[in-house]
């Protein structure tokens, strides 16, 4: 008597099982260090020149 493997069932697979972002763990208690950053000399230069354009009749 020869035996028949039985068919591969698929689970249920629900919206809520499926993370594609990852894990996000957040320490509630701590601050974000929100420091401005410092600007680059040639951002501050054409800032600068910019200005100085604008400003001119």
């Not at 601050?31 to 230069?45: F, H, K, S, Y």
Request: hydrophobic share 50%; net charge negative.
């Amino acid at each position: 008597m020869e035996r028949v493997a039985e068919p591969i069932r698929p689970t249920v697979l629900f919206w809520s099982d499926i993370n594609p972002y990852g894990t996000f763990r957040l320490d509630m208690d701590k601050r974000l260090d929100l420091a401005p950053m410092a600007i680059p000399a040639w951002e501050a230069a054409a800032a600068e020149a910019a200005r100085a354009t604008r400003s001119a009749p």
